[in-house]
């Protein structure tokens, strides 16, 4: 037909005149046909006051009314299939959902329409987005006025908002989103009714320090445990300790140990105790005054230290970098003032050594950026190692200046390192791991060094006690000699274990180091990892200090699988 019309015209210009108007009225027609669907059905965008908004969706089974709940993610765009004045019809995921029109937004921009939020804990600032901390922090449940929310950090997947610009008094800044709520009560509310604590401490500090110290300050909102694709930790990871220069000196001999044992992993001591980094850093002088003070016993460039930890890898070793945290002396004597020191301002020295203070921010920016080198190599985890203050303090507490700057307690500070480091890591895909000693989890306290057990597991993707049997006295867990019987000290603290991360919505991997030391034969190295399996839980990691050959081989029988 369209052939017959274009012979009529007696012209090329008349029939362009024709297509041309033919096209202009199609566009009309959809034009028109798009703006009568849009009024029919126009597009709405889900508004929440939290990332997820939960609907209640009720059906029959049976002849009985039963209800599911569907979650969508706040900004999600839905295409309205009936309006009312007071709710609306749409589908999502197959489902139809009906919902108040409160819930429902024209535009994006005013799903982000967020006046204020609440932090759910004590939270320091940044300058600029995923920038350095600032000093100016914000309180547990305090009010923040919210500048701009860009809609390029709202998660179209989880409905969460990555970064709030703020204000604070008079100047802007960057807080991050996952730790506000957008009311009050949902920022103190307490989000694990469950959390068993003792009053121990109450007794040094004053009534109604434990619940402050491990509850009031510390955020137990559940926490999504990472699961990267591209860097998938194993079932059963079954780990050896090992320092960075027997693993290069021994090469061979770890690339060998998986043919005749159960070990498909190592942890690798990178910054060890005393603060010396065993590879060629370019972080440290960034923090440190003199780094090469730290680097006097480099063994490898950060170059070859990713073609060791790749060479391990390819092998099928997933590989931990271990970072010992704030036991560090050359960061303590070369930064007095994030140091923990006596009220005249001198350094203390706590079984022969200074300690950094775990509440100066910059020793957690110095530790965490050394954490992101390290990722840069491709390891697959991160374990922090004495996350904590100095044991056998309160005696001297009176004479002490651990820079508390923000009046934090122990507990609340090492979350939120851990809680920072986790943040700073995630770009990496790598896991982030935090040893503990035993004794907090079996005391329900943090032995006032800050390690509350739950308070740490909630901020971590690794959880990883230490509950060697020479570190319990006669008596303990109800065994009568704990150092002669490591396998029952195992199945006693791991059915601890089990107890208390029940307590928490989200736990973490439970990791547990095992003891090689003392002498200990290869059965009762089978002992200690049965008792793990026979608890529910897999993998180990074993301690036999640096790790070198000769000893592992005394007891290397029981690295069983």
Same mark, same amino acid.
């Given at each position: 037909?369209?052939?017959?019309?274009?012979?009529?015209?007696?012209?090329? =210009?008349?029939?362009?005149?024709?297509?041309?108007?033919?096209?202009?009225?199609?566009?009309?027609?959809?034009?028109?046909?798009?703006?009568?669907?849009?009024?029919?059905?126009?597009?709405?965008?889900?508004?929440?006051?939290?990332?997820?908004?939960?609907?209640?969706?009720?059906?029959?089974?049976?002849?009985?009314?039963? #209800?599911?709940?569907?979650?969508?993610?706040?900004?999600?765009?839905?295409?309205? #299939?009936?309006?009312?004045?007071?709710?609306?019809?749409?589908?999502?995921?197959?489902?139809?959902?009906?919902?108040?029109?409160?819930?429902?937004?024209?535009?994006?921009?005013?799903?982000?329409?967020?006046?204020?939020?609440?932090?759910?804990?004590?939270?320091?600032?940044?300058?600029?987005?995923?920038?350095?901390?600032?000093?100016?922090?914000?309180?547990?449940?305090?009010?923040?006025?919210?500048?701009?929310?860009?809609?390029?950090?709202?998660?179209?997947?989880?409905?969460?908002?990555?970064?709030?610009?703020?204000?604070?008094?008079?100047?802007?800044?960057?807080?991050?989103?996952?730790?506000?709520?957008?009311?009050?009560?949902?920022?103190?509310?307490?989000?694990?009714?469950?959390?068993?604590?003792?009053?121990?401490?109450?007794?040094?500090?004053?009534?109604?320090?434990?619940?402050?110290?491990?509850?009031?300050?510390?955020?137990?909102?559940?926490?999504?445990?990472?699961?990267?694709?591209?860097?998938?930790?194993?079932?059963?990871?079954?780990?050896?300790?090992? $320092?960075?220069?027997?693993?290069?000196?021994?090469?061979?001999?770890?690339?060998?140990?998986?043919?005749?044992?159960?070990?498909?992993?190592?942890?690798?001591?990178?910054?060890?105790?005393?603060?010396?980094?065993?590879?060629?850093?370019?972080?440290?002088?960034?923090?440190?005054?003199?780094?090469?003070?730290?680097?006097?016993?480099?063994?490898?460039?950060?170059?070859?230290?990713?073609?060791?930890?790749?060479?391990?890898?390819?092998?099928?070793?997933?590989?931990?970098?271990?970072?010992?945290?704030?036991?560090?002396?050359?960061?303590?004597?070369?930064?007095?003032?994030?140091?923990?020191?006596?009220?005249?301002?001198?350094?203390?020295?706590?079984?022969?050594?200074?300690?950094?203070?775990?509440?100066?921010?910059?020793?957690?920016?110095?530790?965490?950026?050394?954490?992101?080198?390290?990722? $840069?190599?491709?390891?697959?985890?991160?374990?922090?190692?004495?996350? =904590?203050?100095?044991?056998?303090?309160?005696?001297?507490?009176?004479?002490?200046?651990?820079?508390?700057?923000?009046?934090?307690?122990?507990?609340?500070?090492?979350?939120?390192?851990?809680?920072?480091?986790?943040?700073?890591?995630?770009?990496?895909?790598?896991?982030?791991?935090?040893?503990?000693?035993?004794?907090?989890?079996?005391?329900?306290?943090?032995?006032?060094?800050?390690?509350?057990?739950?308070?740490?597991?909630?901020?971590?993707?690794?959880?990883?006690?230490?509950?060697?049997?020479?570190?319990?006295?006669?008596?303990?867990?109800?065994?009568?000699?704990?150092?002669?019987?490591?396998?029952?000290?195992?199945?006693?603290?791991?059915?601890?274990?089990?107890?208390?991360?029940? #307590?928490?919505?989200?736990?973490?991997?439970?990791?547990?180091?095992?003891?090689?030391?003392?002498?200990?034969?290869?059965?009762?190295?089978?002992?200690?990892?049965?008792?793990?399996?026979?608890?529910?839980?897999?993998?180990?990691?074993?301690?036999?200090?640096?790790?070198?050959?000769?000893?592992?081989?005394?007891?290397?029988?029981?690295?069983?699988?």
């Amino acid at each position: 037909m369209m052939k017959r019309i274009l012979k009529r015209m007696n012209s090329p =210009r008349k029939a362009l005149f024709f297509i041309g108007a033919l096209i202009l009225i199609c566009a009309l027609f959809f034009v028109l046909g798009s703006a009568i669907l849009a009024k029919i059905h126009p597009t709405k965008y889900i508004d929440s006051s939290e990332s997820i908004l939960e609907v209640r969706v009720p059906y029959i089974v049976n002849g009985e009314i039963d #209800e599911t709940v569907v979650e969508i993610p706040r900004g999600t765009k839905v295409q309205i #299939e009936e309006a009312e004045d007071d709710q609306s019809s749409f589908r999502y995921e197959g489902t139809l959902i009906t919902l108040d029109n409160t819930y429902l937004k024209d535009s994006l921009e005013e799903c982000l329409s967020i006046e204020n939020v609440y932090p759910r804990r004590l939270i320091n600032l940044r300058d600029k987005k995923e920038g350095t901390l600032s000093e100016e922090v914000v309180k547990k449940g305090e009010k923040v006025r919210v500048v701009q929310v860009d809609p390029e950090d709202l998660d179209p997947e989880t409905g969460e908002i990555a970064w709030y610009k703020v204000e604070k008094d008079g100047k802007d800044y960057w807080l991050n989103g996952k730790y506000v709520e957008t009311s009050k009560d949902l920022a103190t509310k307490t989000w694990s009714a469950n959390i068993s604590y003792s009053t121990y401490w109450d007794e040094y500090y004053g009534e109604g320090y434990s619940k402050d110290a491990f509850l009031s300050q510390v955020d137990y909102k559940p926490t999504k445990n990472h699961n990267y694709e591209e860097n998938p930790m194993p079932d059963n990871c079954n780990a050896v300790h090992v $320092s960075l220069e027997y693993l290069i000196k021994y090469k061979d001999y770890y690339l060998n140990l998986s043919q005749d044992t159960g070990i498909n992993a190592y942890v690798v001591e990178l910054k060890g105790d005393s603060g010396y980094v065993w590879y060629q850093s370019e972080v440290l002088k960034d923090y440190l005054k003199d780094p090469d003070e730290a680097l006097q016993s480099v063994l490898c460039s950060l170059d070859e230290l990713k073609d060791l930890i790749q060479e391990f890898q390819d092998a099928g070793y997933y590989m931990i970098g271990r970072i010992v945290t704030f036991k560090d002396v050359l960061f303590a004597s070369q930064n007095t003032e994030e140091s923990i020191t006596d009220t005249s301002g001198q350094l203390i020295m706590h079984n022969g050594e200074y300690w950094p203070s775990a509440y100066s921010r910059k020793a957690w920016m110095y530790n965490v950026d050394i954490a992101k080198e390290i990722a $840069s190599t491709g390891i697959n985890e991160i374990q922090f190692d004495y996350v =904590r203050f100095p044991d056998g303090l309160v005696s001297k507490s009176d004479q002490l200046d651990l820079k508390n700057t923000y009046n934090e307690s122990k507990a609340s500070a090492l979350q939120g390192f851990l809680q920072y480091a986790s943040d700073e890591l995630e770009p990496y895909e790598v896991y982030v791991a935090a040893d503990v000693f035993a004794w907090p989890l079996a005391a329900q306290d943090d032995q006032d060094i800050g390690q509350f057990f739950l308070a740490m597991a909630n901020s971590v993707d690794v959880i990883c006690p230490m509950p060697y049997s020479d570190h319990f006295s006669a008596g303990a867990l109800g065994i009568e000699d704990p150092s002669s019987a490591p396998g029952e000290v195992l199945a006693r603290y791991t059915e601890l274990a089990v107890k208390e991360l029940s #307590e928490i919505e989200d736990p973490p991997v439970y990791r547990s180091w095992i003891q090689a030391y003392g002498n200990l034969t290869p059965q009762q190295m089978k002992d200690q990892i049965q008792a793990i399996d026979n608890a529910g839980y897999s993998g180990y990691m074993i301690w036999y200090g640096f790790g070198d050959p000769d000893s592992l081989n005394t007891n290397k029988a029981g690295y069983i699988e």
